[in-house]
């Protein structure tokens, strides 16, 4: 069965900090990952996905998230926040028969002035 | 237009009562879900839909059901609504297997008094 760990039920930057949102996965064989973001008030939207090829994988919003098979990690970075990055941030892993996701519990994260 | 909605937004409603909950998209996708969110606890699985007459449980599907009335439209019921159900509900839409991304609904909150 395929499972997602996020670590950090909360994280709190500084505006202009990096950032880094640690996801661990739980799957056989080579799995599809994905970051979600959730805006307040909003429904999902995709950040970006890894599926093969390059383990450093671009998004918008200028984010990047890196796959790291030895250590089943999908972390997710950012160089520096903007106030509007507040928001929740969903790790999601998929490649069982059904191809469905399994989420993660979230990361909020809080962005100070 | 927004290419997943999701009526109501908001619901209100009593211990007992039938609530459906509707969802719509205009993308052309076969892959329909109904997701529960809770704080802490992420997204949680509820039923699945791989096209009009394919219809399959989730995680959590106990005091729930689901009708696929058309490509693109797929309604959650709530047959005797009670608190514990009270939360987020999204929709979501994926174009086939193969870990392609979802797109997600605004979402629904229900509050069950």
């Known amino acids: 069965a395929q499972s997602v760990t996020q670590p950090d039920i909360h994280i709190t930057v500084s505006e202009g900090a990096s950032l880094e949102l640690r996801c661990n996965y739980s799957?056989?064989?080579?799995?599809?990952l994905f970051w979600y973001v959730q805006s307040p008030g909003q429904g999902l939207q995709l950040l970006l996905k890894?599926?093969?090829?390059?383990?450093l994988v671009q998004g918008i919003k200028g984010f990047e998230a890196e796959f790291k098979r030895s250590q089943s990690s999908f972390n997710l970075r950012k160089p520096s926040v903007h106030w509007s990055d507040a928001a929740e941030y969903f790790c999601?892993?998929?490649?069982?028969?059904?191809?469905?996701?399994?989420f993660g519990r979230g990361t909020s994260l809080i962005v100070h002035p | 237009d927004a290419d997943v909605t999701q009526t109501p937004r908001n619901r209100i409603t009593k211990t007992g009562k039938r609530i459906m909950l509707e969802c719509s998209q205009t993308k052309g996708h076969d892959r329909m879900y109904w997701y529960r969110q809770d704080p802490g606890l992420g997204l949680r699985l509820i039923y699945y839909s791989f096209d009009v007459k394919d219809i399959n449980k989730g995680e959590i599907s106990d005091g729930y059901s689901v009708s696929r009335q058309a490509q693109a439209k797929f309604s959650l019921s709530l047959e005797s609504a009670i608190p514990n159900q009270t939360a987020l509900y999204f929709c979501?839409?994926?174009?086939?297997?193969?870990?392609?991304?979802?797109?997600f609904g605004p979402g629904t909150r229900l509050t069950v008094l």
């Open positions: 979501a839409t994926s174009d086939g297997p193969s870990g392609n991304e979802q797109f």
């Open positions: 799957y056989g064989a080579t799995p599809y």
């Open positions: 999601a892993v998929g490649g069982d028969r059904s191809y469905i996701p399994t």
């Open positions: 890894y599926f093969s090829g390059d383990t």
